[in-house]
Antibody, heavy 129, light 113 residues
Framework: QVQLQQSGPGLVKPSQTLSLTCAIS??????????WNWIRQSPSRGLEWLGRTSYRSKWYNDYAVSVKSRITINPDTSKNLFSLQLISVTPEDTAVYYC???????????????????WGQGTTVTVSS | DIVMTQSPDSLAASLGERATINCKSS????????????LAWYQQKPGQPPKLLIY???TRESGVPDRFSGSGSGTDFTLTISSLQAEDVAVYYCQQYFIIPLTFGGGTKVEIK
């Protein structure tokens, strides 16, 4: 059974960096059959996909345009986890943050991903001085 | 970006009644090469992360009760709860995973009348 365990601070000051990690058990961050996502949820923005990392012979990262200049998602193969860094945060970044897994497939049409079948427990992050 | 629009915003139905939630995408999420609709439904209860119910528009996730069903193709999709139970009170979201950015609908709150 795949599980995702999130950790990180719940309070970040404006202009500082939000850092969260997501530890994977039951799967591997370097699996060729998965992508690892970060999602956030707030009353004003709803559920918002932030980005993902995946491994298919090399590492790929995809990011939402809304945060592309501020976000980094990194895999850590030694600890089997992936992390989120969001720099220069403002109160607009206050949200519940989730890490998730999407199962990947490689068949006659090429590589593609399915829905998000495993979710972390969520981390409430407040941006405030 | 593909915009996902859900309706209604909320609904109340009696125990045992049918509940229907609609989801419309701003462009088709049907991929012709594999004939799959890249559309999922999630259920979220207070204080919990969303839980995957349906993927590929109509495939039930393992362990999900068969009173939940998904249908539709292209741009129009439906989640049906055939016989509403007390434990189904939640917010339901549709999501497309056809192209990035992955996008979600605004949610439909389901309550018991």
């Amino acid at each position: 059974q795949v599980q995702l365990q999130q950790s990180g601070p719940g309070l970040v000051k404006p202009s500082q960096t939000l850092s969260l990690t997501c530890a994977i058990s039951g799967d591997s961050v370097s699996s060729k059959s998965a992508a690892w996502n970060w999602i956030r949820q707030s009353p004003s923005r709803g559920l918002e996909w932030l980005g993902r990392t995946s491994y298919r012979s090399k590492w790929y990262n995809d990011y939402a345009v809304s945060v592309k200049s501020r976000i980094t998602i990194n895999p850590d193969t030694s600890k089997n986890l992936f992390s989120l860094q969001l720099i220069s945060v403002t109160p607009e970044d206050t949200a519940v943050y989730y890490c998730t897994r999407s199962v990947g497939y490689d068949d006659y049409i090429g590589y593609y991903y399915s829905a998000m079948d495993v979710w972390g427990q969520g981390t409430t992050v407040t941006v405030s001085s | 970006d593909i915009v996902m629009t859900q309706s209604p915003d909320s609904l109340a139905a009696s125990l045992g009644e049918r509940a229907t939630i609609n989801c419309k995408s701003s462009q088709s999420v049907l991929y012709g090469s594999n004939n799959k609709n890249y559309l999922a439904w999630y259920q979220q209860k207070p204080g919990q992360p969303p839980k995957l119910l349906i993927y590929w528009a109509s495939t039930r996730e393992s362990g999900v009760p068969d009173r939940f069903s998904g249908s539709g193709s292209g741009t129009d999709f439906t989640l049906t709860i055939s016989s509403l139970q007390a434990e189904d009170v939640a917010v339901y979201y549709c999501q497309q995973y056809f192209i990035i950015p992955l996008t979600f609908g605004g949610g439909t709150k389901v309550e018991i009348k």
